[in-house]
């Protein structure tokens, strides 16, 4: 691993925050304000060689082997006076109810048809809000409009 000031170069991950000697050795820096946080929503955590930036504006550019994926709490960089650890952003649920059984099998195409990532909560459907919502509202526009369905606020 290579580190300069301005960047940091990731080619393996150094350890987990989970581990109790590392979570300690964690902590300790960020009461010293030594621990930088890499947030990376659900799509860049699958990715292995990426460029992002931390809370303090360190650069990191990582490239990962095939065998190694990040993960919330995988600790790119450990030393004495410095951390660097990845958290995945929360995710944001559109969440979805049909009036009637017609109107659940229009909204349950339609997301397919989108390539949409759901889970189903009874009769509540939730989509991954991955890209602007709404942008997503917009298409979803018709059925709402129709009474169709209806937004669920949680």
Known sequence: MAVDASAITVTTIAADAQDRAVADRLHALEHDGRLETVFLDREDMSRRRLRAGTDQGTECRI???REQRLFDGAVLLLED????VVRQEAET????????TPSALELGYFA???HWRVRFDGAVLHIAATGELDAMLERLEPL???GTITRIHP
């Open 144 to 146: 709402l409009d129709g």
């Open 112 to 114: 397919g048809n989108m």
């Open 81 to 84: 006076g410095r951390a660097v």
């Open 93 to 100: 649920w559109l969440s979805l109810q049909a009036a009637d």
């Open 63 to 65: 490239a990962l082997p």
